[in-house]
Structures are given as C-alpha cells and as structure tokens.
C-alpha cells in the first residue's frame, strides 16, 4: 500500500513539475503563473490522493 502511494506521488509530483515548467515557458519561467502552479499542486495532490485510496480500498477489500 506504501508503494502505491509513494508511486501515486512521485507521479503527480512528475506531472506537477511538468505542468509548471510548461505554463512557465509561456510567461517568464517557472514562476510566471500562480493559478497554474496551484493547478499543479492540486493535481499532484489528486493523484496521491486516489493511490492513497485505491491502496485502502484494496487491502480491506479483500
């Protein structure tokens, strides 16, 4: 279950960074947008989030 989370994170955290080196290249860098690093963030967290879940889900659903 630790792995699946670890995993989810590390996979949000990669799309995170992405999504903020992408939005920043449309303005003056890594730094240029609030609202998108947010956005970002958010979804680092969703994704960590739903491992977290499925990870439960999984150990007492059996």
Do not use: F
């Not at 999504?19 to 609030?34: C, D």
Request: net charge positive.
């Amino acid at each position: 279950m630790l792995g699946q989370v670890l995993l989810g994170l590390g996979l949000g955290l990669a799309l995170a960074a992405a999504g903020w080196l992408l939005g920043g290249a449309e303005g003056s860098g890594p730094a240029a947008s609030a609202p998108a690093r947010a956005l970002a963030l958010a979804g680092a967290a969703l994704l960590g989030g739903l491992a977290l879940v499925e990870g439960v889900v999984r150990r007492w659903g059996r």
